[in-house]
Nanobody, 122 residues
């Protein structure tokens, strides 16, 4: 089992920045992929970014490319999502998730955090 705990959400003005953290525990994470997803009210959960723990290879949704940066600190078993140039449309609950093997599909992730609210005011 893998446990994931997010932190770092909050309220920010448009153009501002936030950094989300996702602390993983329960298993050696070296073979996992950590993904970040978000879900706005009335919308489907959507892929934001993912990182392969072993080689730090990353992938981003087009909507966040160039603004968000996903990273990880293997010593702390923690992943991060640095969000810059935030827009009101980035407002959502953000979730981190984990699985073995890369995918952008939320349904294929095995482990999920509890979510953290990000609100961007205009």
């Amino acid at each position: 089992q893998v446990q994931l705990v997010e932190s770092g959400g909050g309220l920010v003005q448009a153009g501002g920045s936030l950094r989300l953290s996702c602390a993983a525990s329960g298993r050696t994470f070296s073979s996992y992929v950590m993904g970040w997803f978000r879900q706005a009210p009335g919308k489907e959960r959507e892929f934001v970014a993912a990182i392969r723990w072993s080689d730090r290879s990353t992938n981003y949704a087009d909507s966040v490319k160039g603004r968000f940066i996903i990273s990880r600190d293997s010593a702390k078993n923690t992943g991060y999502l640095q969000m810059n140039s935030l827009k009101p449309e980035d407002t959502a609950v953000y979730y981190c998730a984990a699985r073995q093997g890369y995918t952008v599909l939320a349904r294929d992730y095995d482990y999920w955090g509890q979510g953290t609210q990000v609100t961007v005011s205009s």
